[in-house]
C-alpha cells in the first residue's frame, strides 16, 4: 500500500459501505484516525493493519446510510480533510464509489494541490 487513503463506497439503496485505507501511519496515529472515521461515518466494524517498511496501513470498513441529498464524493472530502487536520500532515487521498456488485464507476483523488488549498501548504520537489 502507498502513501494513500483509499475509500470505497458499496451501495444498496441508502446503505453505503465506507472502506478506508491509510497509510503510512505511526503506530499513534491510529487511534486519531479511527476517531474521524467513526466522527464522520461510522463505528468501524473491521479493523485491519499491516506493516508498511516502517509504518502501518490501517483498513477501516463500515455501513451506514446516507441522508438524502448526500453525495459520495461529499463524504469523501470531509472525511479526507478531517483526516488531514487530525494528523496535521499531508496523505494522499484516493476515493472509489462503487455500487454493490459492480464495478468503480466514480473515482475521487485528493492530492497535494487540495491539500495545498484546504492548509496553505507548499511541496518541495
Not at 44 to 68: F, G, K, Q, Y
Not at 78 to 93: M, Q
Not at 117 to 125: L, Y
Amino acid at each position: 500500500m502507498s502513501n494513500q487513503i483509499q475509500v470505497q463506497f458499496a451501495r444498496a439503496g441508502n446503505l453505503y459501505r465506507l472502506e478506508v485505507s491509510v497509510s503510512p501511519l505511526l503506530p499513534r496515529e491510529i487511534p486519531s484516525v479511527v476517531e474521524v472515521f467513526t466522527t464522520h461515518w461510522s463505528k468501524p466494524e473491521e479493523v485491519d493493519r499491516a506493516r508498511v517498511n516502517d509504518a502501518t496501513a490501517l483498513v477501516l470498513i463500515a455501513d451506514h446510510e446516507i441522508r438524502a441529498g448526500e453525495r459520495p464524493a461529499d463524504i469523501a472530502r470531509t472525511l479526507s480533510y478531517a483526516i488531514w487536520k487530525k494528523l496535521d500532515r499531508y496523505v494522499k487521498v484516493t476515493v472509489e464509489a462503487t455500487y454493490l456488485g459492480e464495478h468503480p464507476d466514480l473515482h475521487f483523488e485528493f492530492g497535494e494541490s487540495q491539500y495545498a488549498d484546504a492548509f496553505g501548504a507548499r511541496f518541495e520537489n
